[in-house]
């Protein structure tokens, strides 16, 4: 049973974290970290698996949604005992993101590479045990603070795994031979969407897909001319809203189900 200073600490910790975890990414574009912004970085090798610029906005989003998770947590009592069995992934979660910053910044992308996937791996367990645990008696409202910037949060971070993957490819020297670059793209698009829908299926959850949607629309915006990318991006996104109107008729389904059982 946790203590009220126990929750005190790890309300404090989660805030912590996250308020440097947002102030690190904010500053290492402002500054910018080593004299290059984040975006001129992956600019810089010759990967396709990456959208156009104004897709990172999601970031601001995916900042508004975790700052609510946390001001949830420091409200509600019964939420944050939910959440308890994670909170140590949580701030671990940020402390990954503020490493993987400088770690990118600083052009060490063997060591981002790890931090991404500490940050992605983090992310799976906190998302999984929030929709395997008691989250049902919450109200509706605290429920969608918890699960919803989670499933925000960890459909970026399977997008940016694969592209910082890539980037680390490409240094290495790694020219993806016999097949070519935009077609590497397309298999990485095809995987990165039986991932999601896996995901977004297996949690009836329609919010990581729309993420996916979001990112493949900005790198056919970005790469208008390549025919195996138009083709599988555009396949891979029909069946994305495909999945996503599947699991929100399921919801209207059981809504409608649920009172008759009750």
């Known amino acids: 049973m946790t203590t009220p200073a126990a929750r005190r600490f790890w309300i404090a910790a989660s805030i912590v974290s996250l308020v440097g975890m947002i102030t690190v990414n904010a500053l290492a574009n402002a500054l ?45 009592p019964a939420a944050e005992a939910v959440v308890a069995p994670v909170r140590p992934l949580f701030v671990l979660s940020c402390l990954a993101n503020g490493a993987w910053i400088f770690a990118w910044h600083y052009l060490q992308l063997g060591l981002s590479v790890l931090l991404m996937l500490t940050l992605l791996g983090s992310l799976i367990v906190i998302y999984r045990r929030l929709y395997l645990g008691p989250v049902a008696p919450l109200r509706p409202m605290v429920r969608r603070a918890l699960l919803a910037p989670m499933g925000l949060y960890l459909g970026w971070i399977c997008v940016a795994t694969i592209a910082n ?98």
Request: with cysteine; proline share 6%; net charge positive.
């Open 32 to 76: 910018p970290l080593n004299g290059l912004t984040t975006g001129a970085i992956s600019d810089s090798y010759p990967i396709w698996f990456v959208p156009a610029g104004y897709v990172f906005s999601i970031w601001g989003l995916i900042y508004l949604a975790l700052i609510a998770f946390c001001a949830t947590l420091a409200l509600s």
């Open 165 to 262: 993957i890539s980037a680390l490819l490409v240094k290495l020297g790694w020219d993806g031979a016999p097949l070519s670059g935009p077609t590497w793209a397309a298999v990485m698009m095809f995987a990165a969407t039986g991932i999601i829908l896996t995901l977004a299926l297996r949690f009836n959850d329609a919010i990581p897909p729309l993420v996916v949607v979001w990112a493949l629309v900005g790198i056919l915006v970005k790469f208008p001319d390549q025919a195996a990318m138009r083709l599988t991006g555009g396949t891979m996104t029909f069946l994305l809203v495909a999945g996503v109107a599947w699991i929100l008729w399921r919801r209207v389904r059981g809504s409608r189900a649920s009172p008759a059982g009750a």
